[in-house]
Structures are given as C-alpha cells and as structure tokens.
C-alpha cells in the first residue's frame, strides 16, 4: 500500500508529481491512499515520493485541464478517482471522447459542479470598504464556496480589481491581494469581515429601481442565485419585499397597458391573429394546413384554453368543432355558460397528426412546441385579461403555468397567474370521449361539468 499525502484540499501540483510517479511505478489505484497535510493514514502503507522512479510520460491535455478543475471538488474520493482515469487514459486512447464511461462521467460532473462554484464566486462576491492605518482604505468580502475553489479562481479577482487592495475571506482559505501578488492564509470567520459601507444604500436604491416585477421567475432566480448567497449581498436584503410587491406591480403594469389599448382592443386582437397566420415558431406550421387561433369577446371574463387543434379543427380554421368540441359545447350549456361569450383558444395553434392511411391521427404535442405557441397565449390574455381561465387538460396547464402538472394534484383549486387572474385545471373533453365504460364516462362527464359550473361561478364573485 501506497500512501500520497498532498499540502493541501486544492494542490493539484502535488497530485500531479504524485500520480506520475504511482503511475510509472504502475502502482495500482487501489493500492494508493491519498491524504491531506499530517492526517493519519495507513499504518503499514509507504509514502510515494515524487522521485521514486525516473521517467516521464504524456496525456492529453483536455486531460490536465479536466484533472486540473475537478481536483477542486468536495468529493474526498476525487484524488482516487483522477489516479484511475489517469491509469485507464494511458491505457485506452479516446477514453475522454466516450461521455457514457461512468467515470468519465462521474468527474466531468465534478468539474461542472466547480466551474458552476467558480462563476456563483465570481457573481456573489461583494467587497466592502474597509479604512485601515495609515489612511489605506481595503476591501474585504466574505464568500462561503461549495468546493475548494479560491486559489484556482484568485487570478480572475487580481485581473479584476488590480487596482484596489482586497482580501476574500473564507472558512477555509483567504486571500490577500495587495496590487501586486496574491497571498493566501487560513480561513477567517464571517464576523472578521465588515457588515457594510456607506456605498451601500446608494446600491439598493439603485438595485430596487431597475427590479422588473414583470420579468421575476422565482425559480429561474433562485437557480441561478440560490438562498445561501442572500445574506452576503447588499441589494439580496430587498428582494423578500420586492418579490412580495411584484405581483402588484405587474397588475399595475399590465392596467396601464391595457388602458392604452383602449376601443382598439378588438383591432390589437385581430393583428395578433394575423400575425400568428404566418407563425413558423415550431415545426408543426409545415405539415398543417392554417393556424387556428382563439375566437371570441376581447372582453371575455371567462377563458378556456385546450390543447391544440384536432382533425376538424386543422380544416374550419376553428378551436373546438370536432367531437370533442361538440362535446365541450354540450356541457358548457349545461353549467350555464354561453359559448358566444367566452373566449376560447388552444395551448398549441397547429394541428400535430400522424398519418395513417388517409387518416391524420392525433399526436400530442411536445414541451418545445408548447413553449413556442406559449407566446401567444400570453398576448391572447394580455389583450382579453380574463378573470378566469380554465385549463382543459395537462397541456393546457403546462403552456398557462410553465410547469408540468397532474390534473389530480390541481383539479379544484384555484390557482393565481402572474397577471392576477384565476386558472382552474379540469381534464379535456377528448379525455371523456375515450372512456370505454359507459357508467364510468357519465360520472366523469357530470365531474366536468360541475368543474365547469365553479369556474362560471368564480367569474360572478370576482366581478
């Protein structure tokens, strides 16, 4: 047994003079314990000195470089699983082109994961004026990385801010940059770094000024900027409160646009509907025969929205005339709704078929071809401002809500859309048109008329 002992978590220096020498000496991976500074290790194992054996050999250089960043993870089986790629790339030539390998795999995700640490250390960092002695005015940030990322990403904060005087405080490394050299130390706590300056609030004014509650996903922000990183930026202290108005915001926003509209909404709809005649978002204009856009009151307080144009539909240029449509105006007269008075539209313009003989067999439409007819739907509703909008199944719900969901986790409650409106999801007419049980459809037929019912019902309270 072989033992490698390293300066430090980040020392791919040392590493590298290591796994060369195991490797010449074709020293098994599993025969090599890799450890950090003075921790005990095998009793009965042999340091591996650099200069044990003589001779040299090559790799590829994607290699160093991808040994290089993933030697940077948190993973304490890294330096294990380097040595192994290491042996296994002398070995077979290629191996780093085969992206199914498991390790291959395995480290090529360690490397993300700290190129991904690198970029949030890069984005979240903020120094904050420090005066020290002698009239010498430093800036020092406290950052808390996921990885051991702070020596390999020093250089890109000296190029930066060559010309202040810095420190980066860490739990468990710092670094200094005095307009010359970096100079690396232990970690610090987060109470050795300051808690502001003055430069601050002008920051936040700024920061909450150009906050565009119109272009807020939460989600999306919170992946890109994840919660942990809130409490060490100045303009993050905001953001609860700003997301908290932004709903109200956007109303406002959204008001004023549709005020500007004014007696012109009907012809805003119908340049909208031409436009989308020629619409080449998506693949699926090609086969069909015309895009079948929404129909009814611009006005409409009550909206459904289907999945996309079947058969009959492609043909009259019309959402919901088909089978399904006949059933869908069969029920919306029984939960007292009349058709001439709703707006009703699809998630998807174009009819997406598979041909079978002479026959045109309905296909369902995938997320790409629900997020470029999205668009769409979002000026339909921009224009109309429905107070309710029933989705009629999962696709409808996707293309109103950006998100997959079940019909049986969100059937019956109301869910509030950015705009303020209500959206109530109920299954697709088509979907009683396929139950083969007689008992079973009527049941499921009374089921969505009363969903129909409740959503005509929400319209009169909200009015």
Not at 54 to 80: I, K, M, N, W, Y
Not at 119 to 131: G, I, N, S
Not at 158 to 164: D, I, L
Not at 325 to 343: M, P, S
């Amino acid at each position: 047994m072989r033992v490698a002992t390293l300066a430090s978590e980040d020392d791919f220096d040392g590493w590298r003079a290591a796994a060369r020498t195991l490797a010449l000496a074709q020293v098994a991976p599993h025969d090599v314990v890799w450890q950090v500074g003075e921790r005990p290790a095998d009793l009965f194992g042999d340091e591996a000195s650099p200069d044990a054996a003589p001779g040299a050999f090559s790799v590829p250089r994607p290699f160093v470089d991808l040994a290089r960043t993933a030697l940077c993870h948190r993973d304490p089986e890294r330096f294990a699983l380097l040595y192994t790629l290491l042996i296994r790339v002398r070995a077979q030539q290629g191996l780093l082109d085969d992206r199914a390998d498991p390790l291959v795999q395995r480290i090529e995700l360690m490397a993300k994961d700290v190129r991904r640490d690198m970029h949030k250390m890069r984005a979240f960092v903020r120094f904050r004026e420090l005066a020290v002695e002698g009239g010498e005015t430093r800036y020092v940030a406290w950052f808390e990385p996921d990885n051991h990322i702070v020596r390999i990403n020093a250089d890109f904060f000296a190029r930066r801010f060559a010309t202040m005087h810095w420190s980066i405080l860490t739990p468990e490394l710092s670094v200094h940059w005095d307009g010359t050299a970096l100079a690396f130390a232990p970690g610090a706590r987060k109470t050795d770094a300051p808690d502001g300056d003055p430069l601050e609030e002008m920051w936040k004014t700024y920061y909450a000024a150009i906050f565009n509650p119109a272009r807020v996903k939460v989600g999306a922000m919170t992946k890109e900027m994840p919660r942990k990183y809130w409490k060490n930026m100045p303009e993050t202290a905001l953001i609860p409160d700003l997301l908290a108005g932004a709903q109200k915001r956007e109303s406002g926003m959204i008001e004023t646009a549709h005020a500007d509209i004014g007696d012109n909404a009907r012809a805003a709809w119908e340049a909208l509907a031409g436009e989308a005649a020629g619409c080449t978002r998506c693949p699926l204009y090609g086969p069909a025969t015309q895009t079948v856009f929404g129909e009814g009151p611009v006005d409409a307080r009550l909206m459904f929205v289907g999945e996309q144009p079947g058969d009959q539909e492609d043909i009259a240029g019309r959402p919901f005339v088909g089978p399904a449509g006949q059933l869908f105006d069969r029920a919306i007269a029984a939960a007292g709704i009349d058709r001439t008075q709703v707006y009703i539209t699809n998630a998807v313009k174009h009819f997406k078929f598979e041909e079978r003989g002479r026959r045109r067999i309905h296909a369902k439409p995938g997320a790409p071809e629900i997020d470029a007819c999205r668009w769409w739907i979002d000026q339909e509703r921009v224009l109309v401002r429905p107070a309710v909008t029933v989705a009629l199944g999962v696709t409808a719900a996707r293309s109103l809500l950006g998100k997959v969901v079940t019909i049986s986790g969100t059937r019956g409650k109301p869910i509030t859309l950015p705009d303020g409106g209500e959206a109530w999801i109920t299954v697709h007419p088509s979907y009683l048109l396929r139950l083969p049980d007689k008992v079973q459809a009527e049941e499921e037929y009374a089921r969505f008329v009363e969903d129909l019912k409740v959503a005509q019902a929400r319209v009169a309270a909200t009015a």
